[in-house]
């Protein structure tokens, strides 16, 4: 699979699970399914722009969230000041991930989740800041705390699905190796037979 066609497939992905969500803190507020499926492909296809394919989301995902909106028969006008502050989150998170990532790596996991928690944070501020702008409401501490909370939580979840691809992948490698050495011992004997 090339760069483009992984691309698409994080985009399209994480664009459709913005679909599986829960309302919070304040209306339009969503804790969705695209940020934690945008987390995994970030780690799975590490050698994508992260900036790009976060910006890309960013559009495709509010986009993808207004046109349901719409065909569910909701306004223009607000379905778009509901939808609008999501691509502050997916900005911000584009320009902290892209900054964290030269000062954090992949490895260990310990760095990719404090990327992660990070990054989900300050973008959940940046768009609740932005709501809060738009709907004049006032950000207090309690919202703060659950916002924490979430950054660890949905963090760690993507943390856990990387853990278990990367021990997938290791599984699948020795199993190939396996079959590998079987076949170059079975060559030999057959040599050996053949000598003989």
Same mark, same amino acid.
Do not use: N, Q
């Given at each position: 699979m090339n760069?483009?066609? @992984? &691309?698409?497939? /994080?985009v399209a992905v994480s664009s459709m699970a913005s679909q599986l969500y829960l309302n919070m803190f304040v209306d339009g507020f969503i804790i969705a399914m695209s940020v934690v499926m945008m987390g995994i492909f970030?780690?799975?296809f590490k050698d994508l722009e992260s900036t790009t394919a976060c910006i890309l989301i960013g559009i495709f995902s509010?986009?993808? @969230? &207004?046109?349901? /909106?719409?065909?569910?028969g909701?306004?223009?006008?607000?379905?778009?000041?509901?939808?609008?502050?999501?691509m502050a989150f997916f900005f911000a998170y584009a320009a902290i991930f892209g900054l964290l990532l030269r000062k954090l790596?992949?490895?260990?996991?310990k760095n990719y989740y404090i990327r992660l928690a990070?990054?989900?944070?300050l973008s959940n501020c940046v768009e609740m800041s932005v709501r809060f702008l738009i709907f004049n409401q006032f950000f207090t501490v309690d919202r703060l705390g659950g916002l924490i909370i979430l950054a660890v939580c949905r963090s760690f979840i993507i943390l856990l699905v990387c853990i278990a691809a990367d021990i997938y992948r290791?599984?699948?490698?020795?199993?190939?190796?396996e079959e590998n050495y079987k076949k170059l011992v079975l060559m030999a004997s057959t040599f050996n037979s053949e000598v003989y």
């Open positions: 760069k483009k066609t @992984r &691309l698409f497939l /994080m970030l780690y799975i509010p986009l993808f @969230r &207004l046109i349901v /909106m719409l065909w569910r909701g306004y223009l006008s607000s379905s778009l000041l509901l939808c609008l502050p999501d790596g992949y490895s260990p996991y990070l990054c989900d944070f290791s599984l699948l490698e020795k199993a190939e190796h």
